[in-house]
C-alpha cells in the first residue's frame, strides 16, 4: 500500500507540473506581442477636452519582448509643452484570466495606468479597458479605454478614451506610430 501512495503521489505531481508548465508557457497570444516590439517614432495629437484643438507631439520608442517571450517592455521619450516626458509599459497575455494586459506609469503622474483587454485577430486591434489616478479632479478609478490597431504597412494607430467633463467619454489622445528605418 505505502508503494502505491508513493506513485499516486508522484504522478499527481508530475500531473500539477505539466499543468504548471502549460499555464507558464508563451503561446500563440504573447506572438501577437511581438508585432509591436522594435523602435517607433510617434506622431501624437492629445485632445485636452471634447472639442478642443488637438496638441501635437512627438516621441520616440524602443519596445522589446522579455522574459523568454512573455512579456513586451516600452520605453518610451519625448516632451509635453516644452517639458521632457518618458513613459514606460509592460504588456501581457495572462493565460489563466485569458485576457491581455497592460501597465502604464510616466513622469506625469504618480500611480499607473492598469488595463485589461482582448485582440481581435479579424481587424489586428487589441482593446483594452482600466483605471488611472486622475490627478486634477482627483479621481483615484478614472475609467479609461484604449485601442491599438496593427495597420497593414506594419504601422500602428492608437486611441485613447476617458471621461470628459459630464462624465461623457471622448477621444483624449490619437497616436500613429511608424517603425524606425
Known amino acids: 500500500f505505502a508503494m502505491s501512495a508513493t506513485l499516486t503521489a508522484q504522478e499527481t505531481a508530475q500531473d500539477q507540473m505539466a499543468a504548471m508548465t502549460e499555464a507558464i508557457s508563451p503561446d500563440e497570444n504573447h506572438e501577437v506581442l511581438q508585432s509591436f516590439a522594435g523602435s517607433w517614432n510617434h506622431a501624437i495629437k492629445f485632445y485636452p477636452a471634447p472639442g478642443a484643438p488637438a ?4 516621441a520616440t520608442s524602443v519596445a522589446e519582448i522579455t522574459l523568454g517571450g512573455r512579456y513586451l517592455e516600452t520605453e518610451i521619450t519625448g516632451s509635453f509643452m516644452g517639458a521632457p516626458f518618458e513613459g514606460r509599459e509592460v504588456m501581457g497575455y495572462d493565460k489563466v484570466k485569458g485576457k491581455y494586459f497592460a501597465v502604464w506609469h510616466d513622469n506625469m503622474s504618480t ?3 492598469i488595463s485589461w483587454g482582448s485582440w481581435d485577430p479579424a481587424t489586428k486591434t487589441l ?3 482600466g483605471t488611472a489616478s486622475e490627478p486634477i ?3 483615484p478609478e478614472m475609467k479609461i ?7 497593414d504597412d506594419g504601422s500602428v494607430h492608437y486611441e485613447n478614451w476617458g471621461p470628459g467633463p459630464g462624465g461623457e467619454s471622448f477621444k483624449s489622445m490619437e497616436i500613429h506610430s511608424t517603425r524606425e528605418p
Open 145 to 151: 479605454r484604449n485601442t491599438m490597431q496593427l495597420m
Open 127 to 129: 482593446t483594452m479597458e
Open 111 to 113: 500611480g499607473p495606468v
Open 55 to 58: 496638441m501635437d507631439m512627438t
Open 137 to 139: 479632479s482627483g479621481n
